[in-house]
Nanobody, 113 residues
């Protein structure tokens, strides 16, 4: 069973860069042919797919976020990381990492001045 754990800041100010990490245990993020994704959920809205990184390191981003998002990985830590630049209060959400049909518990990120 794969366990995913998100980590990152809970509270940020507008214009800062959000950085969230997802550490996987019980399975390697380099295992063929899995993709590891970031999703966020805001109150009253459905989940939004943000982007993904593949088992081989290929990255895929939502067109609406492409200019501000970056996903990378550290295979030595079995970890993948989301960076979102120039955050606004509208980016307040619960952020989830997921992969292989497993989800992390989610982490609340609040953007407020």
């Amino acid at each position: 069973q794969v366990r995913l754990q998100e980590s990152g800041p809970g509270l940020m100010k507008p214009s800062q860069t959000l950085s969230l990490s997802c550490t996987a245990s019980g399975g390697s993020i380099t295992t063929n042919y899995y993709y590891w994704i970031w999703i966020r959920q805001t109150p009253g809205k459905g989940p939004e797919w943000m982007g993904a990184i593949s088992y081989s390191g290929g990255t895929y981003y939502s067109p609406s976020l492409k200019s501000r998002i970056s996903i990378s990985r550290d295979t030595s830590k079995n970890q993948f990381t989301l960076q979102l630049n120039s955050v606004t209060p509208e980016n307040t959400a619960v952020y989830y990492c997921a992969g292989r049909a497993y989800w992390g518990q989610g982490t609340q990120v609040t953007i407020s001045s």
